[in-house]
T-cell receptor, first 114, second 112 residues
């Protein structure tokens, strides 16, 4: 089945650090990738949608300068949390899909900012 | 924006019993998908429903899509401890058919 790899799985870093998270589709070409944020015991909140070679579309309330998304190829998207602060601590999950097919999720990245 | 409502939020089930989780949308959905997330894990795709009135089964799980394509349900029979986790429905709306709107999820715990 479709496999999406997300790395790293866990990050602990100091306030002010920038953190990059990678999302790769391993066995299919992802025309679209999505980035979600999930707080404990809550649902997934879509942050942004990215299509290969174009700028990401951010959801309302998500700061694009804070959460930089790059979708350089059909198999790779990155999310960079710039100058992270404790309130950015969360579980970040990417997903990828081929056109007209269901999304498949990465394992998620648990980000802890001290 | 488009939203998908899901109930109940929590479901505590005796092993061997059945339960159902429900999703509703105020607008017509293109399709609805169901995911299961185990504690500490990521959502895993279970199934997609596309047709009005569609019913699909996966062993003890039965998924339904309403005739109006505005609601869906997941029914699990003879609950087992392996069914523990959070079940999310996620719909795509006709207007934004590439984005998933997730329900709040139903967190299931099982007592042996």
């Amino acid at each position: 089945g479709a496999v999406v790899s997300q790395h790293p799985s866990r990050v602990i870093c100091k306030s002010g650090t920038s953190v990059k998270i990678e999302c790769r589709s391993l066995d299919f070409q992802a025309t679209t990738m999505f980035w979600y944020r999930q707080f404990p015991k809550q649902s997934l909140m879509l942050m942004a949608t990215s299509n290969e070679g174009s700028k990401a579309t951010y959801e309302q309330g998500v700061e694009k300068d804070k959460f930089l998304i790059n979708h350089a190829s059909l198999t790779l998207s990155t999310l960079t949390v710039t100058s992270a602060h404790p309130e950015d601590s969360s579980f970040y999950i990417c997903s990828a899909r081929e056109a007209q097919k269901p999304q498949h999720f990465g394992d998620g990245t648990r980000l802890s900012i001290l | 924006g488009q939203q998908v409502m899901q109930i109940p939020q929590y479901q505590h089930v005796q092993e061997g019993e059945d339960f159902t989780t429900y999703c509703n949308s105020s607008t017509t959905l293109s399709n609805i998908q169901w995911y299961k997330q185990r504690p500490g894990g990521h959502p895993v795709f279970l199934i997609q429903l596309v047709k009005s009135g569609e019913v699909k089964k996966q062993k003890r799980l039965t998924f339904q899509f309403g005739e109006a394509k505005k609601n869906s349900s997941l029914h699990i029979t003879a609950t087992q401890t392996t069914d523990v986790g959070t079940y999310f429905c996620a719909g795509t709306h006709i207007i934004n058919d590439y984005k998933l709107s997730f329900g709040a999820g139903t967190t299931v715990t099982v007592r042996a």
